[in-house]
């Protein structure tokens, strides 16, 4: 028997103030694929930290970007493709941060890609017609 397979998609400009609209859509798609609360607030966190990444640094100028976000679930497994045409960045050959360092020695950056390969199964990038495709898979077994 093959798994049902549903979607949801979001379209975000390249502003910060945008992230509200980001955590509505993931409250909702959490209540409609009834998801429990500490797995929204997961999710929520890997798009915050997915997206500031993305507008603070993808971009230069003040141009209108626009940025997509699609949400797949098959059975128990669930992906999300957050797409934008910013500069060619590859979060995978970022190297986790020294976490054992204290808050003054350790590097600056790198904690919100961190996060989200500890939340996330596998986290994967592919640059597409000149644009970053970073691919977030999760198996959500309860």
């Given at each position: 028997?093959?798994?049902?397979?549903?979607?949801?998609s979001l379209m975000v400009n390249n502003q910060i103030d945008e992230l509200a609209r980001v955590a509505v859509f993931?409250?909702?798609?959490?209540?409609?694929?009834?998801?429990?609360?500490?797995?929204?607030?997961?999710?929520?966190?890997v798009l915050e930290e997915a997206l500031t990444n993305i507008i603070l640094y993808g971009f230069e100028g003040d141009a209108r970007h626009t940025i997509e976000v699609h949400l797949k679930k098959t059975g128990d497994d669930l992906s999300i493709e957050i797409i934008d045409d910013g500069k060619a960045f590859?979060?995978?050959?970022?190297?986790?941060?020294?976490?054992?360092?204290?808050?003054?020695?350790?590097?600056?950056?790198?904690?919100?890609i961190f996060l989200i390969r500890k939340i996330m199964d596998t986290v994967e990038y592919?640059?597409?017609?000149?644009?970053?495709?970073?691919?977030?898979?999760?198996?959500?077994?309860?």
């Open positions: 028997m093959k798994s049902e397979s549903v979607s949801k993931m409250e909702e798609t959490g209540d409609d694929w009834n998801f429990p609360m500490s797995l929204v607030l997961n999710l929520n966190l590859d979060p995978t050959n970022v190297a986790d941060p020294d976490i054992t360092l204290s808050v003054e020695n350790r590097a600056v950056g790198g904690l919100g592919k640059r597409i017609a000149n644009k970053n495709n970073l691919i977030l898979k999760k198996n959500i077994k309860p």
